[in-house]
Structure formats: C-alpha cells, structure tokens
C-alpha cells in the first residue's frame, strides 16, 4: 500500500485552488493517471524531484505529487501550452 492516501494527494493537489473554482481533481482515477504518467516519464529517463534511491518508479511519483514537486494540469491547459 502506498502512502500517503489518495485522499491525502487529492488534497494536496486541491490545495491552491481557491474558493469557488473547480479543484484541479476530484477523484482517485485522475491521481492514478497523473501519477502513472509521471511514473512513465522517469522510467523514460526524466529526472526524479525527489531522492530515488531504492525506490520504484510509481513511488517516487507519488511522493513527487505529495511534495508538490510536480503539478497536475487539465488536458485543455496542455493544448494552451502546445499552441
């Protein structure tokens, strides 16, 4: 089991959305995707945010997300940025 929960990453994640806009996620299928995303990318060789030794791929993605090293984006704000 990983830790911290997924109640605990929706929450950090949700952390700097302020009152009355939509949080960035609200559910364990978005972290889940995020996450694995990210897994993906340092098994492709992108550089771990936090220290990595030992550590799997998904749990260093995890902890990453619960530091807020890395930041959640909806796929209309990816097209912004493409564009």
């Known amino acids: 089991m ?3 929960s997924y109640a605990d990453l929706i929450n950090v994640v ?3 959305v ?3 806009e939509d949080p960035v ?6 972290i889940v995707m995020a996450t694995s995303k990210r897994a993906r990318q ?4 992108d550089e771990a945010l936090v220290d990595d030794k030992g550590k799997k791929a998904l749990s ?12 959640i984006t909806s796929e209309d704000e ?3 940025e493409c564009n």
Do not use: W
């Open 25 to 30: 996620v609200n559910s364990r299928y978005s």
């Open 60 to 71: 260093v993605a995890v902890e990453e997300l619960n530091q807020g090293k890395v930041k």
């Open 42 to 45: 340092i098994i492709a060789g």
């Open 18 to 20: 302020e009152e009355g």
């Open 14 to 16: 949700n952390s700097g």
């Open 78 to 80: 990816e097209d912004e």
């Open 2 to 4: 990983l830790h911290p």
